[in-house]
């Protein structure tokens, strides 16, 4: 496209003084983005927009650009310092020391005050230090005066810098670092990065920039790590063993959902897939002998996206021999109010940027609800014997008397989940169990005839807060004959014709499961609570399924 197409453009793309009218200036900018990404491009520097054009062609004006990104060359006693470790060593001094140090961080922040003296603010880890350059103060070489000239045209925020020199308290009273040698550049920026971002697609398929211009995702991945190493503490200080199960199945079976298929080149016929949960392989190793076990790892379940689920996401599950439903709410309980206790704890050093849940009473024991009776007090109306054979046409009469809108395929399970959806998890604001469910919600756990009712529950609970489930736990279902009886109920519910008996999974207990209580827990939505997010995409380090493809469709 040519400057005479677009008439108006002239004086900008000339660099003209007179001023362009807003409107012109923004049609530009468009033009700009659309078409200059290829306008200049090489095999050494790639595609290049006018902006990192500019921008090489200055860094080449001092050095050749294979020259700007060297290899670090310390002893190992004069090592680089990190920023937390410098710190910790000189921020009690009040002058200059002798002593000679080398730190490296990202530029933050460039002030020029006189031809003979810049400052600098460097990141690394969070912590920031200011550099103090001052000409006659450097002991490099004769030529000190064209490089330093060189460097304050070249060095700008977002560039990696080395720096030598003495720590210092200035006359303001700021510990610094004053240079002895010239910074040394180790790894230029070669875009400008702005002060604040609020682009959608920027920050959905650029995450790096995202984490330059906002202190969250950092204290989201912190905030992410403490939940874990919380978690995992917790685990193996009550004598639980840490292990791992496959990612790949035959049978990706311990929930109802879709699952990722694909094929190994080894085994091309057989068609295997990723593992919607690692539940049943843990119960295969609790069937081996093992006691206690845990497992904090990724799941895969090839369905929707939206605030709350992500195809790939992050699961800690527990098993415990002789745990009763009792034993993992007490365990549920006394783990969710330390994580809380902890979290608040150290906000405000590690992730101070993230809000706290607001309105959550995370006081023991936590309130408890269950199934049937809470829907028939909000609905005033009996549920039917839910294992009887018209339980379904009676519920969706009752859709229908309460003018509900039918869920799709609506079977057993999805009716009563809809159910429990509208009149009991509104009711959990604070930290709440949801227990007794109907049987068929709940394959894998043993279950009972409640007095209370007359149903027939499962020995199951779930912990909801702010609305939201968090935790799933059960006493597991050990009779192969019992849980052959589920799992044939469970494809009487698979309206499109999908589902099978795992017939491995139903021989491994014939070998003899003991009584064992089991918990899963989703970590993503953990750090959605205590980082006050209402979307998984705000507390992943590349946000979903569509985020992460769209970063590789970058040109």
């Given at each position: 496209?040519?400057?005479?197409?677009?008439?108006?453009?002239?004086?900008?793309?000339?660099?003209?003084?007179?001023?362009?009218?807003?409107?012109?200036?923004r049609a530009y900018l468009a033009f700009q983005r659309r078409f200059v990404q290829t306008i200049n491009a090489d095999d050494f520097t790639g595609p290049h927009d006018v902006e990192?054009?500019?921008?090489?062609?200055?860094?080449?004006?001092?050095?050749?650009?294979?020259?700007?990104?060297?290899?670090?060359?310390?002893?190992?006693?004069?090592?680089?310092?990190?920023?937390?470790?410098?710190?910790?060593?000189?921020?009690?001094?009040?002058?200059?020391?002798?002593?000679?140090?080398?730190?490296?961080?990202?530029?933050?922040?460039?002030?020029?005050?006189?031809?003979?003296?810049?400052?600098?603010?460097?990141?690394?880890?969070?912590?920031?230090?200011?550099?103090?350059?001052?000409?006659?103060?450097?002991?490099?070489?004769?030529?000190?005066?064209?490089?330093?000239?060189?460097?304050?045209?070249?060095?700008?925020?977002?560039?990696?810098?080395?720096?030598?020199?003495?720590?210092?308290?200035?006359?303001?009273?700021?510990?610094?670092?004053?240079?002895?040698?010239?910074?040394?550049?180790?790894?230029?920026?070669?875009?400008?990065?702005?002060?604040?971002?609020?682009?959608?697609?920027?920050?959905?398929?650029?995450?790096?920039?995202?984490?330059?211009?906002?202190?969250?995702?950092?204290?989201?991945?912190?905030?992410?790590?403490?939940i874990y190493d919380y978690m995992r503490t917790y685990f193996i200080q009550s004598g639980f063993l840490e292990v791992e199960t496959p990612m790949f199945d035959l049978n990706a079976?311990?929930?109802?959902?879709?699952?990722?298929?694909?094929?190994?080149?080894?085994?091309?016929?057989?068609?295997?897939?990723?593992?919607?949960?690692?539940?049943?392989?843990?119960?295969?190793?609790?069937?081996?002998?093992?006691?206690?076990?845990?497992?904090?790892?990724?799941?895969?379940?090839?369905?929707?996206?939206?605030?709350?689920?992500?195809?790939?996401?992050?699961?800690?599950?527990?098993?415990?021999?002789?745990?009763?439903?009792?034993?993992?709410?007490?365990?549920?309980?006394?783990?969710?109010?330390?994580?809380?206790?902890?979290?608040?704890?150290?906000?405000?050093?590690?992730?101070?940027?993230?809000?706290?849940?607001?309105?959550?009473?995370?006081?023991?024991?936590?309130?408890?609800?269950?199934?049937?009776?809470?829907?028939?007090?909000?609905?005033?109306?009996?549920?039917?014997?839910?294992?009887?054979?018209?339980?379904?046409?009676?519920?969706?009469?009752?859709?229908?008397?309460?003018?509900?809108?039918?869920?799709?395929?609506?079977?057993?399970?999805?009716?009563?989940?809809?159910?429990?959806?509208?009149?009991?998890?509104?009711?959990?604001?604070?930290?709440?169990?949801?227990?007794?469910?109907?049987?068929?919600?709940?394959?894998?756990?043993?279950?009972?005839?409640?007095?209370?009712?007359?149903?027939?529950?499962?020995?199951?609970?779930?912990?909801?807060?702010?609305?939201?489930?968090?935790?799933?736990?059960?006493?597991?279902?050990?009779?192969?004959?019992?849980?052959?009886?589920?799992?044939?109920?469970?494809?009487?519910?698979?309206?499109?014709g999908q589902g099978a008996i795992d017939e491995s999974y139903l021989e491994v207990l014939e070998w003899g499961m003991p009584p064992t209580g089991g918990w899963g827990c989703g970590?993503?939505?953990?750090?959605?609570?205590?980082?006050?997010?209402?979307?998984?995409?705000?507390?992943?380090?590349?946000?979903?399924?569509?985020?992460?493809?769209?970063?590789?469709?970058?040109?």
């Open positions: 496209m040519s400057k005479m197409s677009l008439p108006f453009l002239r004086p900008y793309l000339q660099q003209a003084v007179r001023p362009l009218r807003p409107e012109h200036a990192k054009q500019k921008r090489l062609e200055r860094l080449k004006t001092v050095k050749p650009l294979g020259d700007y990104h060297p290899r670090l060359h310390h002893h190992i006693h004069t090592s680089p310092l990190s920023l937390r470790d410098f710190y910790a060593r000189y921020d009690a001094i009040q002058e200059t020391k002798e002593d000679v140090v080398t730190v490296l961080g990202r530029v933050r922040s460039v002030r020029i005050l006189s031809s003979k003296l810049l400052f600098l603010d460097i990141e690394r880890d969070t912590q920031r230090l200011q550099v103090m350059v001052e000409l006659k103060k450097l002991t490099t070489p004769h030529d000190i005066d064209d490089r330093f000239k060189n460097f304050k045209k070249i060095v700008r925020i977002g560039d990696w810098i080395s720096i030598k020199g003495h720590p210092t308290r200035t006359s303001t009273g700021q510990l610094s670092v004053l240079a002895l040698e010239l910074p040394h550049i180790l790894a230029p920026c070669l875009h400008h990065i702005p002060e604040t971002l609020d682009d959608a697609e920027t920050l959905a398929r650029r995450p790096h920039i995202h984490a330059l211009t906002s202190d969250q995702p950092s204290d989201i991945l912190r905030l992410r790590a403490l079976g311990g929930a109802i959902a879709r699952s990722f298929e694909t094929v190994a080149n080894e085994m091309s016929t057989t068609p295997i897939k990723l593992r919607i949960a690692p539940e049943l392989n843990l119960k295969r190793l609790i069937v081996g002998g093992q006691d206690k076990i845990f497992e904090i790892g990724r799941s895969f379940r090839n369905e929707g996206i939206d605030g709350t689920h992500n195809p790939e996401f992050s699961t800690c599950e527990f098993y415990e021999v002789g745990a009763t439903l009792a034993d993992v709410i007490a365990r549920t309980e006394q783990l969710i109010h330390g994580l809380h206790t902890a979290v608040e704890s150290l906000r405000p050093t590690y992730f101070p940027s993230l809000a706290p849940p607001e309105g959550i009473d995370f006081s023991t024991p936590f309130k408890q609800l269950s199934f049937i009776p809470t829907i028939e007090k909000a609905t005033n109306r009996k549920l039917p014997d839910l294992t009887s054979p018209d339980a379904t046409e009676y519920l969706l009469l009752l859709f229908s008397d309460l003018n509900l809108m039918t869920p799709k395929d609506a079977t057993l399970p999805r009716l009563l989940d809809t159910l429990a959806e509208l009149y009991i998890e509104p009711l959990c604001k604070a930290p709440t169990f949801i227990t007794h469910h109907p049987e068929a919600l709940s394959p894998l756990s043993k279950s009972f005839l409640d007095p209370t009712t007359n149903q027939r529950v499962a020995s199951r609970v779930e912990l909801f807060i702010n609305g939201r489930e968090y935790v799933n736990a059960y006493e597991e279902e050990n009779s192969p004959f019992e849980q052959r009886r589920k799992f044939m109920q469970q494809l009487e519910f698979h309206t499109e970590l993503d939505r953990l750090v959605m609570l205590f980082s006050s997010k209402k979307r998984i995409a705000d507390v992943l380090p590349f946000g979903t399924l569509k985020n992460v493809v769209s970063i590789a469709k970058i040109k």
